[in-house]
C-alpha cells in the first residue's frame, strides 16, 4: 500500500477450509500437541501430515513449518502448512503474530501468492485474528525499492483468515482492524528505509502531510520562518549545520463528536540523518543514522490509522524535522540555546540533538492543547546497553499511565521495559552557565536523556519510548526481515484507541 492508497480488504472464509479460494492454507499446531492436526489433515494431505508428525519433522516448536501438498480435489488450495505455535503454556497474542508474519514471509519465499490462516483453536478470539491479520500484514513488507538488478520481488495477492461459519462478523472487524494496523507500520518502515539524500527534512514533512491528508487528518508544516517566530531555538539551533533548514510537522485528528479532552499529544523525533554534527560520529555504521526519524514517521503513520479506525480520540501530532549537520553554520560545543519553552540550554555534545528538537516540540504539543504526551525517539545508544535491541525503554509519569502503556505494548508486540527517573539523576545536566547541559555522560545516558525531556512536559502525563535499539532489526528473524521494524506504531494505536476509557488524572 503506497501512502495515497486505502487499506485493501483481507479474505475472511467462513466454514469449511475445503472453500477457501486460495493456494496455500495456513493450519498451527502447539508444540508436542502436532498429532492434533491429523484428523483434519491426514486424509487431504495423502497421510503426509502424519508422516511427519510421526517422524518428528513436525513437532509443533515455534516457527517450525511443514508444507506438503493437498492431494484431496475437494479443496479448491493445492497446499497446507502446518505451523508450530510452540509450548501451549507459552503462547501469547504476540506468538501468534509473529508466527503469521512468519508464514507470509515463508509463502512469499517460495512465490506462493495466496495464503489463508485458519483460525481455530486457541487463535478464535478477536484479539487473535486481529494479530493474525497484522502477522500476514507485515510479510508485505519489501525493503528492496533501491535495487535494479538482482531484484525479484515477489508480492502476496490474497491474504485471508479461516474462522468457523458463527465467528464472521467478529473475524471481519478484527480483521480489518488488524489489516489497516499491520499497513500502516509498513508505511512507517517504508519511511524508516528512505536514505537521507532522499528523505530531506522538506520531502520528510511533505512526506508525512501527504500521509495524514490522503487519511482526512489535517496538515500544518512549520518552515523556518515560523519556527524562528515562535522561538523554537532548539530544534532550529540543530538545523543549523544542514544546507537543509529544518520543518516542523503538525497534524491534528479531531473526529467528530469526540470529548473535548483529552487531547493525546504524540510527539515523534525526525532526524532524517545524524552525522553527530560538529561532535561527529564515526564512520563505521554511520549510515545506520537514516532511520533517525522513526518516531516521526511513527506518529504520523499511526495517527492516519486512527482516522481509517474511526478511533473517538483527538489526537495531535508533532514532528520536529532537521538534518544534524556539521556545515559552517553549525552549532559548537559550548553554544547556548534558548528554547521556545524559555528554558537555556549548553550543548555539550552536538550529537545529543534528539533531546533538543523534541523539547521544543514537547512545548508545541501543549501549546496546542495536548492533555497527555507520548514521545517517541531514536534517542540514546545508551538505551542498547540497558536493554539490547529487543526491548525499547519506557520512561514517564505517573507510573499508572507508565504500566498502562507498558501492557498495551506487549499485546501490541512492541516489547518495552520501565527505567526510573530518579531526581538525583538531574545531577548529571547541571550547567554552569545555563539552565541545562544536553547530556549526562555516559552513566544511565538513556535515564538523563529522558530526564531532560521532562524538563519540557508542564508536568503532564508523559510517556518517552526510546526505540534507539529497535527500531531497526541488525539480523532477520523467522517474523521480521533485517531493516526498519516500524517499532511503536502499533503501540500508539492501541493507546489512543483505549485513553478514552482509561481514568487518566491530567495532573500528575
Ligand atoms: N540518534 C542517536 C541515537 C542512536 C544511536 C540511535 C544508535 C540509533 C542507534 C542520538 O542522536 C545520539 O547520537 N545520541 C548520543 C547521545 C550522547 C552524545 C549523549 C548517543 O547515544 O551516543
Ligand atoms: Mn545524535
Ligand atoms: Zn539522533
Known amino acids: 500500500m503506497n501512502e495515497a492508497e486505502k487499506s485493501k480488504p483481507m479474505d475472511i472464509f467462513a466454514g469449511d477450509p475445503r472453500g477457501a479460494d486460495t493456494d496455500l492454507v495456513i493450519v498451527t499446531a502447539f508444540e508436542d500437541q502436532a498429532s492434533a492436526l491429523s484428523a483434519k489433515w491426514a486424509a ?3 497421510g503426509e501430515i502424519d508422516r511427519a508428525v510421526a517422524s518428528k519433522e513436525f513437532t509443533g516448536k515455534l516457527f517450525e513449518t511443514f508444507l506438503t501438498p493437498i492431494v484431496d480435489r475437494g479443496y479448491r488450495a493445492r497446499r497446507v502448512a502446518a505451523a508450530g505455535l510452540g509450548l501451549q503454556g507459552d503462547f501469547t497474542v504476540d506468538r501468534a503474530r509473529r508466527v503469521a508474519a512468519a508464514m507470509g514471509l515463508k509463502a512469499r519465499r517460495k512465490k506462493i501468492a ?10 478464535t478470539s478477536a484479539d487473535m485474528i486481529q494479530a493474525i491479520a497484522e502477522g500476514l500484514t507485515l510479510a508485505e513488507f519489501d525493503g528492496g525499492r533501491y535495487k535494479t538488478a538482482g531484484y525479484d520481488p515477489f508480492d502476496l495477492a490474497g491474504l485471508g483468515i479461516v474462522v468457523e461459519e458463527h465467528a464472521r462478523g467478529i473475524a471481519q472487524r478484527a480483521a480489518r482492524r488488524g489489516r489497516i494496523i499491520g499497513e500502516h507500520c509498513n508505511m512507517a518502515r517504508m519511511l524508516d528505509n528512505e536514505p537521507g539524500n532522499a528523505l530531506t527534512p522538506s520531502v520528510f514533512a511533505e512526506r508525512l502531510s501527504q500521509i495524514a491528508q490522503s487519511g482526512g487528518l489535517s496538515v500544518d508544516i512549520l518552515d523556518h520562518k515560523e519556527l524562528e517566530r515562535l ?16 520543518r516542523l510537522v503538525s497534524i491534528r485528528y479531531e473526529p467528530a463528536g469526540a470529548p473535548a479532552s483529552p487531547v493525546l499529544g504524540l510527539i515523534g523525533k525526525g532526524i532524517t540523518f545524524d552525522t553527530g554534527g560538529i561532535s561527529i560520529k564515526p564512520a563505521a555504521d554511520m549510515d545506520r543514522m537514516k532511520d533517525d526519524m522513526a518516531g516521526g514517521a511513527a506518529v504520523a503513520c499511526a495517527m492516519r490509522a486512527l482516522a481509517e479506525l474511526k478511533t473517538p480520540t483527538r489526537v495531535i501530532g508533532v514532528i520536529p524535522i532537521a ?4 556545515g559552517g553554520r553549525a552549532i559548537r560545543p559550548g553554544d547556548v540555546l534558548t528554547s521556545a519553552a524559555g528554558k537555556t540550554v549548553e550543548v555539550l555534545n552536538t550529537d545529543a540533538e534528539g533531546r533538543l528538537i523534541l523539547g521544543d516540540a514537547l512545548w508545541y504539543a501543549q501549546k496546542c492543547g495536548a492533555t497527555h504526551l507520548i514521545d517517541i525517539a531514536t534517542l540514546t545508544g545508551a538505551i542498547s546497553i540497558a536493554l539490547g535491541k529487543i526491548t525499547s525503554g519506557l520512561f514517564g509519569t505517573p507510573p499508572a499511565f507508565v504500566e498502562h502503556v ?10 518495552c521495559w520501565p527505567l526510573p527517573l530518579y531526581d538525583e539523576y538531574k545531577d548529571q545536566l547541571r550547567s554552569e552557565i545555563a539552565d541545562m547541559i544536553n547530556t549526562g555522560g555516559r552513566l544511565g545516558g538513556a535515564i538523563t536523556a529522558a530526564l531532560f525531556l521532562k524538563e519540557f512536559t508542564g508536568g503532564l502525563p508523559w510517556i518517552h519510548l526510546d526505540i534507539a535499539g529497535t527500531a531497526w532489526s541488525e539480523e532477520s528473524k523467522p517474523f521480521m526481515p533485517k531493516g526498519p521494524t516500524g517499532v511503536g506504531v502499533r503501540t500508539l494505536i492501541e493507546v489512543a484507541s483505549q485513553i478514552g476509557n482509561w481514568k487518566l488524572e491530567s495532573k500528575n
Do not use: C, Q
Open 323 to 326: 538534518e544534524n549537520m556539521p
Open 114 to 123: 495466496r495464503v489463508a490462516f485458519v483460525a481455530d483453536g486457541a487463535l
Open 406 to 415: 507498558r501492557a498495551t505494548a506487549e499485546r501490541a508486540g512492541d516489547r
Open 44 to 46: 487431504p494431505t495423502g
Open 231 to 246: 522561538g523554537m531555538g532548539l530544534l532550529l539551533g540543530v538545523g543549523r549545520g544542514s544546507a537543509e533548514p529544518p
